[in-house]
């Protein structure tokens, strides 16, 4: 292999065409990457990063190396000590550029010691056997659904669909829209959802319910975002047991910069919007619903935290060139520069990885190698990956420009 050296490494990343993404002149990621759309062909997520399914390559010499096998080769250049220790000698996070059309699948995800347990049994299903943290930052806007409301809004939109109870166990369902009850309880609440989703193996009894529900919205003539949106998936899934999440979850409407984190075991469904999503490396998912993939309810009901709060809306200061997307994952930091023309910025590295994705204008990168300064530009579409032996480095810009870098607290 040619030698590997501290400077910024254009990445080479890939596409994964999942039927939900957007196509033709909605294709968010050919524009981002400044390519022409292919006819007909949904363009779903870009992934940055060393995740084996879809590394992100390299050029060493002349050759595409995949970076995976370039941080084995160069652990400790690519990594730095803190992180080849802490995170096994691999990249711990991955970062996506999400594009989605209409509702990817109901899911939640398993925290660590889960994955390790999920992994062993059914490698097929759950291919890692890491947990897998995850932040949306909306780029122009994002529907999704997130978490179960406070447990009195359930109450109040349950309400206003009877039909459940003649779905579920009618006794739950009563409990829970009980009228004197200042709180409904929260295991009525969880009996009712558990019992929604078993049920929903049920094809008939789930059909005559989602078919009910539907002819009654059709007739409505003011709809809730909820009901709007179970109309339209409605039009995608069919008798779908995800539908009826829509009546337990936080809806959120994101503007440009808004974002939401989902730690393990809070459930959601990305709707509809164009974001930047970064996660802990791992791929591994159970799904609940909206989905024609593999489902696991009972895992699903196992791993689901049953916290009845708002969505937790991460709502930074619109004005800012410079956000901070704080979380609790160990595994990565996203800060956004968002900079008008002429902006100049040292960053030190603090001996960690880093990536970093511009997303609008072009940037120029100066780096000090063996005495000599070095520059690079990017624009738009580009992504890079800094290994850690590079120290310090310098972004500038003589045009109004928008970054991601994502890096390792
Ligand atoms: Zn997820």
New binding site residues.
Partial sequence: MIEFIPQPYKLFNKIQNYEWGTRDGNAFIPKLLGQQALPDTPYAELWIGSHPKAPSEIELGSRRIPLNEVIAQYGLESLGQYVYDKFSGTLPFLLKVLSAAHALSI?A?PNKSEAVKLHAAHPEHYPDDNH?P?IAISLDHLSALVGFKPTREIAETLRSVPEIAGFADEKLYARVVDRTNTEPAEDAIKGLYSEIMAKGEDKEQLSTCVRKIRERLQRKVTRSPEEEQFLAQYEIYGDDVGLLSFFFFNMVQLKPGQAIF?DAGVP?AYIEGNIIEC?ANSDN?VRAGLTNKFKDIATLLEIMKFEFLGAGVINPDPKSGEVVYKTKAEEFRITRLLKKEGFRKVCRTNERPSICLVAGGEIEVVWNYAGVDHLKSFSKGDSFFLPAFLKEYRVSSEHDSDCFIVEIP
Wanted: no cysteine; hydrophobic share 25%.
């Fill in positions: 899911q995800h897998k995850e989902t959601h996660m998912v």
